[in-house]
């Protein structure tokens, strides 16, 4: 019997072969449009992906990259919640799916599934790419307005992938209250620019105040201990490179690293992290040098050096947005 085929690697060849019948010019000139939306301002009420073209032009070139981003976002949480795994999951203003997969990744096997986008286009898309997963072949493909007037039935999971940044405030807030109420986990994700933490930011607080734990990154669920304008919160997925992501950005190398930002929150029991890696750690002879969020409030920076025996070898290893100390570790 084969054994199953990765979400990931079944992602990557759906996408594949998507892409085959779509010349390269025409995708290549669908992707520099939307980037060109998406750094625009959009109306809540106007679909970015117009037609097929586009949907699958954005499928190839941004579903890996929100798959990436969103794995390790869920990652984190089901670190801080190992004894959890979601009966349902609904994906707000998910398009196409890439947070299905995620999810898929995260916790293996079937759920009540549901995608609610506005754009028809990519949830066909996305219910036609849903075959190569069997987890997904159940999954509800709903078109529904993102914003006020959106109303969530009650489940386990929400995500909101890449999502905020296409609302106004009033919607923005509308949609996380949502989300807050009808779930017992909700994690969002934006893009890890300082826009991107602002609205990350704003979704924590109001999480908080609709009685949610903040789980990940965070190791609390007091205010950020970031100075508003001096720096922002982000971390980093490695994506691996398409053909098309190349020859729209002109790239050589066969990966890419996404950046974004992220809250996990719960009212289920769960650990967070003793503290979270906030920068990529600094490998000097005989020490490593850690920026941490610590549980009490605060950034600090830690070194690690040989005399912390095994402490050292994972600090060594350990990466962008982990965990400290590693459970594993002998501190």
């Known amino acids: 019997m084969n054994a199953p085929v990765p979400p990931a690697e079944a992602l990557r060849r759906s996408l594949a072969e998507l892409l085959d019948g779509l010349p390269p010019r025409q995708a290549a000139a669908a992707v520099d449009r939307l980037i060109a939306n998406y750094r625009g301002d959009t109306p809540t009420s106007a679909p970015i992906l117009r037609d097929r073209a586009d949907v699958a032009a954005y499928a190839a070139y941004r579903m890996p990259a929100t798959f990436e981003a969103v794995r390790s976002a869920l990652a984190a949480f089901a670190d801080a919640a190992p004894d959890w795994t979601p ?52 999954a509800r493909w709903q078109r529904a307005r993102i914003g006020a007037d959106l ?3 009650d489940t386990d999971l929400v995500t909101v992938s890449y999502v905020l940044n296409e609302l106004a405030e009033p919607d ?25 933490y602002t609205r990350i930011i704003e979704a924590r ?11 990940a990154p965070c190791p609390h669920s ?7 304008g001096r720096d922002w919160c982000h971390f980093s997925a490695r994506v691996s490179r398409s053909s098309l992501h190349r020859q729209v950005k002109g790239g050589t190398l066969p990966y890419e690293d996404e950046k974004f930002s992220y809250v996990a929150a719960t009212r289920l029991p ?6 979270r890696i906030v920068r990529r750690p600094q490998i000097r002879k005989g020490q490593v040098l850690l920026d ?13 050096t040989k005399r912390h025996g095994d402490l050292y070898k994972a600090a060594r290893d350990a990466e962008w947005g982990d965990p400290w100390p590693p459970p594993e570790a002998d501190a």
């Open 87 to 138: 009966g349902s999951h609904v994906d707000v203003g998910g398009g196409t799916g890439a947070a299905t997969w995620a999810v898929t990744a995260t916790w293996p096997g079937g759920r009540e599934v549901t995608v609610l986008d506005w754009a028809e286009p990519a949830l066909a898309l996305g219910r036609e790419l849903a075959a190569a997963n069997p987890a997904l072949r159940g």
């Open 151 to 153: 109303t969530l039935e």
């Open 172 to 196: 923005r807030a509308a949609l996380v209250d949502a989300a807050a109420a009808a779930a017992q986990a909700v994690v969002i994700v934006e893009a890890g620019t300082p826009a991107g």
């Open 205 to 215: 607080d109001r999480l908080v105040r609709a009685g949610l734990r903040v789980v």
């Open 222 to 228: 007091a205010a950020c201990p970031i100075e508003p």
């Open 270 to 275: 769960a650990r967070p992290a003793p503290a």
């Open 292 to 304: 941490l969020c610590e549980t009490d409030e605060r950034l600090d920076r830690t070194t690690v």
